[in-house]
Structures are given as structure tokens and as C-alpha cells.
T-cell receptor
Framework: GEDVEQSLFLSVREGDSSVINCTYT??????LYWYKQEPGAGLQLLTY?????DMKQDQRLTVLLNKKDKHLSLRIADTQTGDSAIYFC????????????FGKGTRLHILP | EPEVTQTPSHQVTQMGQEVILRCVPI?????FYWYRQILGQKVEFLVS????????KSEIFDDQFSVERPDGSNFTLKIRSTKLEDSAMYFC????????????FGPGTRLTVL
């Protein structure tokens, strides 16, 4: 069945780059997402990428997609304390009524 | 910027009681969803809703659950007889027209069943 896997924890020094990795199983995935969840808050859509793209850049965020290996990554440049959160990788087929399948989330901890 | 809102932010209830969780999706959106996140676990899909009917539901969404769009703005999730294992954060989401399935999530309702 559909599954999304990601590592649970990542610690990064302030100012360094953070790279969060994710793998997914559904070859029919059309949209791949990164959501951010700050403590006690909801799910904020950070960025998404179409499966026919291999890279998307949005300010400090870079998403890389290797469709052959079904591997997605999120790079956050110049990591700040405000980036401390849980980052969820997710996928869907892209039909408007289709569900999103989430990973367990990677908790990003920023070291001073 | 328009956003999805949910009320209440926290609901405490006794096992066996009925609860209704409320959501106001983004006003021009047509597709609505409920997800839940048990503490420390994945966000799981419960149900999708379009044109006043359920499009898809997961195996979690059993006969104890129902959804309704009682008026032009609210989208509700009802749990008829709550169980301890229903304790979770419940997220509502919506998406609009266009080719992209970009679901916008509300802040969630934390349900605690005692």
C-alpha cells in the first residue's frame, strides 16, 4: 500500500543547512508536499513539487525529487531558530478529492 | 490571507458521549477533508467530502463517525459514542478549484476522551 517514510529526528546548528529526507512507495504520486507543524499548531503547507519536476526552489527552501528512487528531500538554507518544528513529507495522486498520505514527521532541533 | 478555522481548539469529553467538531473551510473551496493525528503518530486521512457527499473514507471512519455540511460555511465531524482511542488532534482541510490538490489545513481540535 501507500507509505511515506522519513527519519524522526534531525539536529542542526543555527546557520547551517538542514536536509530532511523522505521516501515514498506510490508510483502514481503526482504531488509531493512538505508541511511544517510548530508546537501546538496546525499543518502549514511549506511547498510542493509536481512529480514531473526534479527541483523546486523557494527562498531558503530547496526541494529535490528523484522519481526513479522515489526519494524527496527538503533543504533549508541558513537554518534559524524559527525553523524548529516537525516537518511532514506527504504525497497524493493530485485528484482534488484525493487524500494526502503523510509520513511520521521529522522533528528538526536547532542547536545554538 | 483566507484560512481554515476550527472550533473548539480543545474538547474534553467522557467516554460514550457524542462530540461535534466544527470547521469553517476557506470560503470558495469545494472539497473538504478530516484527518486525525494520535499523539506521536502519523497524520491519518479520515474522510473526504464533495458536493454534499462522502468521496472517500478510510477504515478508521466507521459507523461512529459522520460528516455534514449543514449550511454554506460549516463542515462538521460527529463522533457518536466516543472511545478512549478517539483521543487525538483532528484536522480539517479544504481545497478549491483548479488542477492542484493543495489542501489547506486548520489549526486542529484536540479531543481528549476520559
Amino acid at each position: 500500500g501507500e507509505d511515506v517514510e522519513q527519519s524522526l529526528f534531525l539536529s542542526v546548528r543555527e546557520g547551517d543547512s538542514s536536509v530532511i529526507n523522505c521516501t515514498y512507495t506510490d508510483s502514481s504520486s503526482t504531488y509531493l508536499y512538505w508541511y511544517k507543524q510548530e508546537p501546538g499548531a496546525g499543518l502549514q503547507l511549506l511547498t510542493y513539487i509536481f512529480s514531473n519536476m526534479d527541483m523546486k526552489q523557494d527562498q531558503r527552501l530547496t526541494v529535490l525529487l528523484n522519481k526513479k528512487d522515489k526519494h524527496l528531500s527538503l533543504r533549508i538554507a541558513d537554518t534559524q531558530t524559527g525553523d524548529s518544528a516537525i516537518y511532514f513529507c506527504a504525497e497524493s495522486t493530485g485528484n482534488r478529492d484525493d487524500k494526502i498520505i503523510f509520513g511520521k514527521g521529522t522533528r528538526l532541533h536547532i542547536l545554538p | 490571507e483566507p484560512e481554515v478555522t476550527q472550533t473548539p481548539s480543545h474538547q474534553v469529553t467522557q467516554m460514550g458521549q457524542e462530540v461535534i467538531l466544527r470547521c469553517v473551510p476557506i470560503s470558495n473551496h469545494l472539497y473538504f477533508y478530516w484527518y486525525r493525528q494520535i499523539l506521536g503518530q502519523k497524520v491519518e486521512f479520515l474522510v473526504s467530502f464533495y458536493n454534499n457527499e462522502i468521496s472517500e473514507k478510510s477504515e478508521i471512519f466507521d459507523d461512529q463517525f459522520s460528516v455534514e455540511r449543514p449550511d454554506g460555511s460549516n463542515f462538521t465531524l460527529k463522533i457518536r459514542s466516543t472511545k478512549l482511542e478517539d483521543s487525538a488532534m483532528y484536522f480539517c482541510a479544504s481545497t478549491g478549484r483548479g488542477s492542484r490538490n493543495t489542501q489547506y489545513f486548520g489549526p486542529g481540535t484536540r479531543l481528549t476522551v476520559l
